[in-house]
């Protein structure tokens, strides 16, 4: 070993094996199994219990050693089988018993391997079934195995030195695969020198290439008769003052080195010509040889390359893990863990054929296409994505990575900060959930087309329940921050998968979590109702055109129950106004301050904005237009009591004090205000509670002008409405009447008790007004006298009255006739 090596050799070691065989034993055995019948299938499943207890562990060390003295024996075997077939008719008994000493430890070892368990390569699970294991192995070398160990020699003499019998020798060069095995064990070995082990191995199948071929050129020299040993190449042959024309009686050791001479020679193609073929037989060899020998060394030549250049995928592998191995030794990982690790990377090593890597160099299009090629089917079929768009489906898949986990290992634990979404395309998973007092319950089983992790990232909550990997899986996952991303695009999408996410789960521990997701799904809707306004706030057509062509409600309000068309109209933007109409929004919808799109138009003062609405049937619909009037007149903004006025809003309405603008206007003096209110409708006569006009409070504040005006509004509106004007002066002197709900001549036993009410304008409102008060039916006002009055200037201040009907009135009538 060299001195790096030995260096090394502090180091734990960890061998990778290479991949085993496919299931196909496993499968074989069910449906052998299937066949079985009634008391036939319960002895063997007996009996195969039975095996079970002799099954040999890989790791076994008692195993391990087994294997270092079968591997000695299969060298001992590989090398000198060919000196056999080249140089034997019939072994002599010292090496007889040798040979059989060794055709019987290989007998052994077919039976051991019978016994030994093994990873299945598609569950990664260890086998232990002894039917499973005996299936497999006769599949795979077990007829050559017990060939090899047949008595060939005594066979050959049995029939009587038959040449053919003898090339059956060659099944037992089957046995080189154990030698191969070990330099694969020895080149993943840490502890041994990665260009030590390689180049060990090349002088190693160099050697063994020329020795055969040695063993065949001696053979094709002694295969012809005695009498022509002058026709072969070692026959012919004289080196110097030697002649080997009776080679047969020369020493063996003599005869095999002459033969590797010639051997070495011919494949580096530098013979002398003092070696050369004599026969047809030998011409077609050397032929064939040396056509072996460009490949051979062609192989050379190239390992060797690769040793100098470095950087081939199994001396990377050995990088990595030796740096797993200091990182492990200097933190004193404990042995689960270690083991993990180690089973983790070898894994990836061996299904390295899916890293991403390897398509680094395509253009991503390309590597795009192999996503949708590979993954999409499985996608399309997860729960989670059901309904999904296609963009969104694609967009997912191109950022799809692929991992392979073994059983055992454990993906999320619970309580963690997930930044990974898993999809399952094969293997099996379990979610167990961990109680509080450390109960452990599996809440669901995860298949292929399932996912997990989804609830911790789309609820941005901990992971609720412990990933465990059951079988070998395959997965795909995704990072958090790319799937958010996305999701911030196709939001719809979004929508979509939680309604999925809460429909899909049934499980109680799951379901426990209903809450959680129907509050994020409630979130995600008002962000999104926020991303919309914000657009129309800060006029961005482009994208909100984009996320309403997406899906976006245009008529989600926010948290003050503004609509997009409220921000739109607020800032003056014309176009996104105007699209949000064409796109139906209500143009009507009031927020929870009682304000329109109109309106926000014309109180910021956009009158394009305010004149399309308008034109588009907008209602101004103040919820307090007095108040909202009274605000402008005393801010002095009389740009927004002229838009409100000229958009149908009553100049007369009034505040909670019963005022109206005219009388803010009157009272602060602004002539500009009043006459604009005066030429809107504005009445001079308007009473707050107070009892005060618009013309008082001008009065107050000392405005001749003011005052001049509203005088001229006064007689104006006094010989416009002569009404008006005798309500407004019997509310400055009012009048009461008592009415009585009886006729005047009535006898005193028929009378009874009235109401006293203030007079009103018209003779209509006084008799409304005593039949609600007096419950009466009564439909003419009469005096004391029984005289009926037809207008109310003929009712005096405290006059008695009497409300009657028609009937009782003809009544009387008739009784005074």
Same mark, same amino acid.
């Given at each position: 070993?060299?001195?790096?090596?030995?260096?090394?050799?502090?180091?734990?070691?960890? /061998?990778?094996?290479?991949?085993? !065989?496919?299931?196909? !034993?496993?499968?074989?055995?069910?449906?052998?199994?299937?066949?079985?019948?009634?008391?036939?299938?319960?002895?063997?499943?007996?009996?195969? #219990?039975?095996?079970?207890?002799?099954? &040999?562990?890989?790791?076994?060390?008692?195993?391990?050693?087994?294997?270092?003295?079968?591997?000695?024996?299969?060298?001992?075997?590989?090398?000198?089988?060919?000196? /056999?077939?080249?140089?034997?008719?019939?072994?002599?008994?010292?090496?007889?018993?040798?040979?059989?000493? !060794?055709?019987?430890?290989?007998?052994?070892?077919?039976?051991?391997?019978?016994?030994?368990?093994?990873?299945?390569?598609?569950?990664?699970?260890?086998?232990? #079934?002894?039917?499973?294991?005996?299936?497999?192995?006769?599949?795979?070398?077990?007829?050559?195995?017990?060939?090899?160990?047949?008595?060939?020699?005594?066979?050959?003499?049995?029939?009587?030195?038959?040449?053919?019998?003898?090339?059956?020798?060659?099944?037992?060069?089957?046995?080189?695969?154990?030698?191969?095995?070990?330099?694969?064990?020895?080149?993943?070995?840490?502890?041994?020198?990665?260009?030590?082990?390689?180049?060990? #191995?090349?002088?190693?199948?160099?050697?063994?290439?020329?020795?055969?071929?040695?063993?065949?050129?001696?053979?094709?020299?002694?295969?012809?008769?005695?009498?022509?040993?002058?026709?072969?190449?070692?026959?012919?042959?004289?080196?110097?003052?030697?002649?080997?024309?009776?080679?047969?009686?020369?020493?063996?050791?003599?005869?095999?080195?002459?033969?590797?001479?010639?051997?070495?020679?011919?494949?580096?193609?530098?013979?002398?010509?003092?070696?050369?073929?004599?026969?047809?037989?030998?011409?077609?060899?050397?032929?064939?040889?040396?056509?072996?020998?460009?490949?051979?060394?062609?192989?050379?030549?190239?390992? +060797?390359?690769?040793?100098?250049?470095?950087?081939?995928?199994?001396?990377?592998?050995?990088?990595?893990?030796?740096?797993?191995?200091?990182?492990?030794?200097?933190?004193?990982?404990?042995?689960?863990?270690?083991?993990?690790?180690?089973?983790?990377?070898?894994?990836?090593?061996?299904?390295?054929?899916?890293?991403?890597?390897?398509?680094?160099?395509?253009?991503?299009?390309?590597?795009?296409?192999?996503?949708?090629?590979? @993954?999409?089917? @499985?996608?399309?079929?997860?729960?989670?994505?059901?309904?999904?768009?296609?963009?969104?489906?694609?967009? &997912?898949?191109?950022?799809?990575?692929?991992?392979?986990?073994?059983?055992?290992?454990?993906?999320?634990?619970?309580?963690?900060?997930?930044?990974?979404?898993?999809?399952?395309?094969?293997?099996?998973?379990?979610?167990?959930?961990?109680?509080?007092?450390?109960?452990?319950?599996?809440?669901?089983?995860?298949?292929?087309?399932?996912?997990?992790?989804?609830?911790?990232?789309?609820?941005?909550?901990?992971?609720?329940?412990?990933?465990?990997?059951?079988?070998?899986?395959?997965?795909?996952?995704?990072?958090?921050?790319?799937?958010?991303?996305?999701?911030?695009?196709?939001?719809?999408?979004?929508?979509?998968?939680?309604?999925?996410?809460?429909?899909?789960?049934?499980?109680?521990?799951?379901?426990?979590?209903?809450?959680?997701?129907?509050?994020?799904?409630?979130?995600?809707?008002?962000?999104?109702?926020?991303?919309?306004?914000?657009?129309?706030?800060?006029?961005?057509?482009?994208?909100?055109?984009?996320?309403?062509?997406?899906?976006?409600?245009?008529?989600?309000?926010?948290?003050?129950?503004?609509?997009?068309?409220?921000?739109?109209?607020?800032?003056?933007?014309?176009?996104?106004?105007?699209?949000?109409?064409?796109?139906?929004?209500?143009?009507?919808?009031?927020?929870?301050?009682?304000?329109?799109?109109?309106?926000?138009? &014309? #109180?910021?003062?956009?009158?394009?904005?305010?004149?399309?609405?308008?034109?588009?049937?907008?209602?101004?619909?103040?919820?307090?237009?007095?108040?909202?009037?009274?605000?402008?007149?005393?801010?002095?903004?009389?740009?927004?009591?002229?838009?409100?006025?000229?958009?149908?809003?009553?100049?007369?309405?009034?505040?909670?004090?019963?005022?109206?603008?005219?009388?803010?206007?009157?009272?602060?003096?602004?002539?500009?205000?009043?006459?604009?209110?005066?030429?809107?409708?504005?009445?001079?006569?308007?009473?707050?509670?107070? !009892?005060?006009?618009?013309?008082?409070?001008?009065?107050?504040?000392?405005?001749?002008?003011?005052?001049?005006?509203?005088?001229?509004?006064?007689?104006?509106?006094?010989?416009?409405?002569?009404?008006?004007?005798?309500?407004?002066?019997?509310? +400055?002197?009012?009048?009461?009447?008592?009415?009585?709900?009886?006729?005047?001549?009535?006898?005193?036993?028929?009378?009874?008790?009235?109401?006293?009410?203030?007079?009103?304008?018209?003779? /209509?409102?006084?008799?409304?007004?005593?039949?609600?008060?007096?419950?009466?039916?009564?439909?003419?006002?009469?005096?004391?006298?029984?005289?009926?009055?037809?207008?109310?200037?003929?009712?005096?201040?405290?006059?008695?009255?009497?409300?009657?009907?028609?009937?009782?009135?003809?009544?009387?009538?008739?009784?005074?006739?």
């Amino acid at each position: 070993m060299s001195p790096h090596a030995k260096n090394e050799s502090q180091e734990i070691e960890y /061998e990778l094996e290479e991949p085993m !065989g496919s299931s196909r !034993g496993i499968r074989w055995s069910l449906i052998t199994s299937d066949f079985a019948i009634g008391p036939l299938r319960r002895r063997a499943h007996s009996h195969e #219990k039975l095996l079970e207890r002799f099954v &040999i562990e890989p790791d076994n060390k008692w195993y391990q050693l087994w294997t270092r003295f079968i591997l000695v024996w299969a060298l001992y075997s590989s090398f000198f089988t060919p000196i /056999e077939f080249g140089f034997f008719r019939g072994l002599p008994n010292n090496l007889f018993w040798l040979d059989f000493a !060794g055709q019987v430890a290989f007998l052994v070892d077919i039976f051991v391997q019978f016994l030994v368990a093994y990873r299945d390569s598609h569950t990664y699970r260890m086998i232990y #079934k002894p039917t499973s294991i005996a299936v497999r192995y006769v599949k795979s070398s077990f007829v050559f195995d017990l060939l090899g160990c047949f008595p060939w020699d005594a066979i050959y003499k049995a029939c009587g030195n038959k040449e053919e019998v003898r090339y059956l020798l060659w099944i037992r060069l089957t046995r080189v695969r154990k030698v191969t095995d070990f330099f694969q064990k020895m080149e993943k070995d840490i502890r041994i020198n990665y260009l030590f082990t390689r180049i060990v #191995k090349l002088i190693v199948v160099e050697l063994y290439c020329t020795h055969t071929a040695a063993c065949i050129f001696y053979y094709l020299a002694t295969t012809l008769p005695a009498s022509m040993e002058g026709y072969t190449w070692m026959g012919s042959l004289k080196l110097g003052d030697y002649s080997y024309s009776h080679f047969r009686d020369i020493d063996l050791g003599k005869r095999y080195i002459t033969s590797l001479y010639f051997a070495i020679v011919t494949m580096s193609t530098v013979g002398y010509g003092d070696i050369h073929a004599v026969n047809p037989r030998e011409m077609v060899f050397i032929m064939i040889y040396v056509s072996f020998d460009m490949i051979l060394g062609a192989y050379l030549i190239g390992n +060797m390359t690769a040793l100098i250049v470095k950087g081939s995928k199994t001396e990377r592998f050995r990088d990595r893990m030796k740096d797993l191995v200091k990182y492990m030794n200097r933190n004193k990982l404990g042995k689960e863990i270690r083991d993990q690790i180690k089973s983790h990377v070898r894994l990836q090593y061996e299904s390295s054929y899916t890293e991403a890597s390897v398509l680094q160099d395509l253009p991503v299009s390309i590597r795009a296409k192999i996503s949708e090629t590979l @993954y999409k089917p @499985y996608i399309d079929n997860v729960p989670l994505f059901s309904g999904c768009s296609e963009e969104f489906i694609h967009q &997912i898949i191109i950022k799809l990575q692929e991992e392979f986990f073994l059983p055992g290992e454990v993906l999320l634990e619970q309580g963690d900060a997930v930044d990974q979404l898993y999809f399952v395309c094969h293997g099996k998973l379990e979610g167990v959930g961990i109680g509080e007092d450390g109960s452990k319950d599996t809440v669901l089983t995860l298949q292929p087309n399932s996912s997990f992790g989804e609830i911790a990232i789309l609820c941005n909550i901990p992971q609720p329940f412990t990933v465990r990997v059951c079988e070998l899986c395959r997965l795909l996952r995704i990072d958090k921050q790319v799937f958010t991303n996305i999701l911030q695009i196709y939001f719809v999408d979004g929508r979509r998968i939680l309604n999925n996410l809460l429909e899909g789960n049934d499980s109680n521990r799951i379901k426990q979590l209903e809450s959680d997701i129907t509050f994020h799904i409630t979130k995600q809707e008002a962000e999104l109702a926020l991303r919309v306004n914000s657009d129309a706030f800060y006029g961005d057509l482009h994208h909100l055109k984009g996320l309403i062509q997406a899906g976006a409600d245009p008529n989600k309000t926010d948290y003050d129950g503004r609509s997009p068309l409220h921000l739109a109209a607020a800032r003056g933007h014309e176009d996104i106004t105007l699209f949000l109409i064409q796109e139906g929004v209500d143009i009507n919808l009031s927020d929870n301050f009682g304000n329109t799109p109109l309106f926000e138009a &014309i #109180k910021d003062g956009h009158d394009r904005v305010a004149s399309l609405l308008f034109s588009r049937g907008a209602q101004l619909s103040l919820k307090d237009a007095g108040s909202q009037l009274c605000a402008a007149a005393a801010e002095g903004d009389s740009d927004f009591i002229k838009r409100a006025l000229s958009y149908g809003v009553d100049p007369n309405s009034k505040d909670y004090d019963h005022r109206t603008a005219l009388h803010i206007a009157a009272a602060e003096g602004l002539y500009f205000i009043a006459k604009l209110l005066l030429d809107a409708g504005a009445s001079v006569f308007a009473m707050d509670r107070w !009892g005060a006009t618009p013309l008082d409070e001008a009065r107050k504040s000392g405005n001749k002008s003011l005052m001049l005006l509203l005088e001229g509004a006064k007689s104006d509106e006094l010989s416009k409405f002569p009404e008006r004007a005798r309500e407004v002066q019997d509310k +400055m002197h009012p009048r009461r009447c008592t009415v009585f709900p009886f006729h005047p001549w009535d006898s005193k036993e028929e009378r009874r008790e009235g109401v006293m009410l203030w007079i009103p304008c018209t003779m /209509e409102k006084l008799i409304r007004s005593s039949r609600e008060q007096l419950k009466s039916s009564g439909s003419r006002i009469l005096s004391e006298d029984g005289a009926r009055i037809l207008d109310v200037d003929m009712i005096s201040d405290g006059q008695k009255l009497y409300l009657v009907a028609d009937q009782e009135t003809s009544t009387h009538n008739n009784q005074h006739t």
